[in-house]
């Protein structure tokens, strides 16, 4: 009988002990959990992106040649399936402020990550590439990347 009681009070010790080792791990990832949601508080009226890389470049082994097609790639980063991008080679003066010319809308295919594919004819010793990214996505436009939206951003390509 003795064994028994003595066997039942360890029993009793032990899952007391662990009642208080479950509470205190409790706590413990609670206060965890609080300061988590402090520290994303202080990014709600914060950029949704550090920075915005911009870079063009040719693709499928693209020559600058007069007479010839030239291929390349708009990358904007960050990129969010819900934004597009204007893309042409002429402003138009008719209108006022940054506009292209019979502009042609490009987008991002799955997988690409803020490539926007496009290709121009090279008729001349020079030709401007002009882009200009038009912000979709709800969250950047709660954000100050809706700055972004509508500004040109132009290159310009020389032919060999």
């Not at 009681?5 to 009642?19: D, K, M, R």
């Not at 030709?127 to 990347?145: A, G, R």
Request: net charge neutral.
């Amino acid at each position: 009988m003795n064994k028994i009681l003595i066997l039942l009070l360890l029993i009793l010790i032990t899952s007391c002990g662990n009642q208080t080792e479950l509470k205190n791990e409790i706590d413990q990832l609670q206060t965890q959990n609080d300061s988590l949601k402090s520290e994303l508080k202080k990014y709600e009226n914060k950029y949704v992106f550090d920075d915005v890389k911009v870079k063009h470049y040719p693709i499928k082994g693209s020559q600058v040649k007069k007479g010839t097609k030239y291929y390349g790639e708009f990358v904007f980063v960050a990129d969010v399936r819900d934004d597009f991008v204007q893309f042409g080679t002429e402003r138009d003066e008719s209108k006022q402020g940054y506009e292209i010319k019979n502009p042609i809308t490009l987008k991002t295919e799955k997988g690409d990550f803020g490539a926007y594919r496009f290709e121009v004819d090279i008729v001349n010793d020079t030709t401007n590439l002009l882009f200009k990214p038009l912000i979709k996505n709800e969250l950047s436009l709660k954000h100050q990347n809706a700055g972004y939206s509508g500004i040109m951003i132009s290159d310009k390509i020389i032919a060999n």
